[in-house]
């Protein structure tokens, strides 16, 4: 049987050391390889205006080889039809097509596009959660021109967020960093009557700091979301910085105060759902928040589910991995689950979230 899979594959070449996406792909493989004899892999990287040689899919898919240890035969896309006759005439194994993003019609849904793309296999298995608030022609439309079901990694990654979000066990807390505070801000408004505690940092952090008249400096922050800011800080179940680590004028991290009382309160949890990271993990010596936390929904006894490319890389990194109860490969798609939006890639699958 020919499939097609889905993958999010959309990973930085200098970041596949740390990359939990290619770690997911390639346990996947494991599984579809023995199911499928013929794999044609399709996945995007980064937001392209057209063909761009700098986010080819080429690194990734040798990178993936090696995870797997096994060749991946990599296609071009600029012509389908070439692509077709290569996949269908060539030997049975692993193959990866060159990023849909170079397709007009891929972010659009395009149906003709998504018939071409369909046309390429027998079977279409869409592994990729990441994706699964875009409804775009390689996850949603192709799905009206060929059998379509959810890969593992799918299935996975939507039975882990249910669990944490339908059935917490409690306290439950939800764990807030990263730079932008209106990406974050529709979780914290869904999930704020469900939690126990948000525990804030990042520039997510600042915006509450500033919010309650304390001077941010030049530190990173969100001034039209101020209001809103002051508007959950009246609930006590939210919680920001009490002390900060600093730079040229700018908070960097949590301070020691603030990470002691953050791993206090993951250690009586009994839900932790983390998503960015708490300070500038990249700057030397302004990674020491996040990695507290880190450490802490390690040796809780909570269930823990981390999400986001930065933070699963933190854990990664401080090889904790497998110590967390589910690291998630969504970016955007966790954080639309998280705030109650529709996916539309697992609307088309019918599987209910
Ligand atoms: C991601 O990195 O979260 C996914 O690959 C989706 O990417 P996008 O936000 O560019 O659609």
Known sequence: ??????????????????????????????????????????????RPKGRDGKLSLRPISEALSKAIRKKIIFLDNSDLCFAREAFFEGEPGVYML????????????????????????????NDD?????????????????????????????????????????????????????????????????????????????????KASGSNVGKSVYEKNLIKEASRLSLDDKVVFPID???????????????????????????????????????TKGFSGGSEVVAKACATTKAYTLIGGGETTSIVIGMKLDKKIGFMST??????????GKKLPALDVLKISY
Not at 136 to 148: E, H, P, Y
Not at 244 to 264: E, F, H, Q, V, W
Not at 330 to 339: I, K, V
């Open 1 to 46: 049987m020919i499939a097609l899979i889905r993958m999010n594959l959309d990973i930085e070449p200098s970041e596949i050391a740390s990359s939990l996406r290619l770690r997911r792909a390639a346990s996947s493989l494991a599984i579809l390889r023995k199911r499928y004899g013929k794999i044609l892999i399709l996945s995007h990287r980064g």
């Open 98 to 125: 060159e990023n849909l993003r170079f397709l007009s019609g891929e972010n659009d849904n395009d149906p003709v596009l998504a018939k071409k793309l369909a046309s390429l296999g027998e079977v279409f298995v």
């Open 129 to 209: 959660f990441a994706t699964a608030h875009r409804a775009a022609a390689s996850n949603v439309g192709i799905t009206s021109f060929i059998r379509s079901l959810p890969g593992p990694t799918l299935k996975d990654e939507v039975a882990a967020l249910k669990k944490a979000v339908k059935r917490p066990a409690r306290p439950f807390v939800l764990v807030v960093g990263g730079v932008k505070m209106s990406d974050k801000l529709p979780v914290i408004d869904k999930l704020l009557p469900a939690v126990d505690r948000v525990l804030l940092g990042g520039g997510v952090g600042n915006t509450f700091i």
């Open 244 to 282: 900060c680590r600093m730079k040229a004028g700018s908070i960097l991290d949590i301070g020691p105060n603030t990470a002691a009382l953050y791993a206090s309160v993951i250690k009586e949890a009994g839900t932790v759902i983390w998503a960015g990271p708490l300070g500038c993990f990249e």
């Open 330 to 339: 969504g970016g955007g798609a966790m954080l639309d689950f998280l705030a």
